[in-house]
């Protein structure tokens, strides 16, 4: 049973950072699974943020180049975003997947940007 918990969303002002924290349980993250974020806004669809491999190689929407990294401790089998210059209309629910025979996913994070 894979198992994703996020933290780290809340509440921030228009150009602040927040960085969300995704932990895996450890028996696929171990098999070196591939990973991303991905989000969805009120009244809209769920759309990708970023990946990232196994191996630490990143891909991200276009949207968010520049402003948003993720990265990966493997010995923590935990994923990261970290988002700067943030704006109102990344106000979103934030979901980590976990990419495998199956997508899994987190409960999701909500990210709050005021104006």
């Known amino acids: 049973q894979v198992q994703l918990v996020e933290s780290g969303g809340g509440l921030v002002q228009a150009g602040g950072s927040l960085r969300l924290s995704c932990a895996a349980n450890g028996s696929i993250f171990s098999r070196k699974a591939s990973m991303g974020w991905h989000r969805q806004a009120p009244g809209k669809q769920r759309e990708l943020v970023a990946r990232?491999?196994?191996?630490?190689?990143?891909s991200y929407a276009d949207s968010f180049k520049g402003r948003f990294t993720i990265s990966r401790d493997n010995a923590k089998n935990t994923v990261y975003l970290q988002m700067n210059s943030l704006k109102p209309e990344d106000t979103a629910v934030y979901y980590c997947?976990?990419?495998?025979?199956?997508?899994?996913w987190g409960q999701g994070t909500q990210v709050t940007v005021s104006s």
């Open positions: 990232i491999s196994s191996g630490g190689s990143t």
């Open positions: 997947a976990l990419y495998w025979t199956s997508t899994y």
